[in-house]
């Protein structure tokens, strides 16, 4: 792996300590709210005082089923900001963050060209998310087992499938940012506040009647408003997200292969 993909091999060995880290925690914030859904269920009366708008743009609106559960905390809000904090730090971290400390030029030092070393580096990310999402798919089935929340092992699969998705996203957009920009701080800022933007624009709209069409213009919609939790895998929503980040991706490793490196 190191001799025919050396980028991908360094940043695997680099990140392996963190992604041990990540996945801990996110294995201790996935156990405890999982196995709260117990004392949830029996609070079902004061949930109803929720403003319906407010349960309903939050995914709040069934937290006393199964299904209605894991999607409005696990894979509605836990999951994808834990998840999307470790995508785009990453994916900051692929260009933009070594091209400003100046240790980009050691990775160029490989004998590979820009894009290639652009594509080893979302080849790391995305070893990594995989290794996340079947963490998280695992262990969701077997607490959503042991709380008896009726939901299939495949609907969780395809939930974890479709959040992986999201990050995945939002990790190639923050290397798309770098690629193009070479700015750290600008690549946190402008990947962030279109996490965070996209999100609250798929809440207000999906209460709002005459906005309903501008959810599909946001990668939330197509990981989340499909509800794979009840339906199962949504064969579009993954197309969707994939070709998202495909796209954004050739971008960036256009603007990156052909831009002056700052120094």
């Given amino acids: 792996m190191s001799t025919e993909l050396p980028v991908f091999g360094k940043a695997i060995r680099d990140q392996r300590r963190g992604l041990l880290l990540w996945a801990l925690g996110i294995a201790v914030v996935m156990a405890i709210y999982t196995s709260s859904y117990a004392q949830v269920k029996d609070?079902?009366?004061?949930?109803?005082?929720?403003?319906?708008?407010?349960?309903?743009?939050?995914?709040?609106?069934?937290?006393?089923?199964?299904?209605?559960?894991l999607e409005g905390t696990v894979f509605g809000l836990l999951g994808?900001?834990?998840?999307?904090?470790?995508a785009i730090s990453t994916g900051t971290r692929a260009i933009a963050a070594p091209e400003q400390s100046g240790v980009l030029d050691l990775y160029l030092a490989y004998p590979v060209t820009r894009r290639r070393l652009g594509l080893e580096r979302f080849g790391a990310l995305l070893a990594a998310l995989v290794a996340l999402t079947l963490l998280i798919a695992v262990e969701v089935t077997g607490l959503a087992s042991s709380q008896d929340m009726n939901v299939p092992a495949g609907?969780?699969?395809?939930?974890?499938?479709?959040?992986?998705?999201?990050?995945?996203?939002?990790g190639a957009l923050a290397l798309c940012v770098g690629g193009v920009t070479g700015s750290r701080p600008v690549t946190l800022g402008a990947t962030s506040a279109v996490a965070v933007g996209t999100y609250v624009l798929n809440a207000i709209a999906s209460q709002i009647d005459g906005l309903h069409f501008l959810q599909r213009i946001t990668p939330f919609y197509w990981?989340?408003?499909?509800?794979?939790?009840?339906?199962?895998?949504?064969?579009?929503?993954?197309?969707v997200l994939l070709t998202a980040t495909a796209v954004v991706l050739a971008l960036g490793m256009r603007s990156f292969s052909r831009r002056d490196i700052n120094s």
């Avoid at 609070?43 to 209605?68: K, V």
């Avoid at 509800?227 to 993954?238: F, I, K, N």
């Fill in 43 to 69: 609070q079902g009366d004061a949930l109803d005082s929720i403003p319906s708008g407010m349960a309903g743009a939050m995914n709040f609106d069934d937290l006393t089923s199964g299904a209605g559960f």
């Fill in 80 to 86: 994808p900001l834990l998840l999307l904090i470790f």
């Fill in 155 to 170: 609907n969780v699969i395809a939930g974890a499938v479709q959040l992986g998705l999201l990050a995945l996203f939002f």
């Fill in 223 to 239: 990981a989340q408003s499909t509800h794979p939790l009840r339906e199962g895998l949504s064969l579009g929503a993954v197309i």
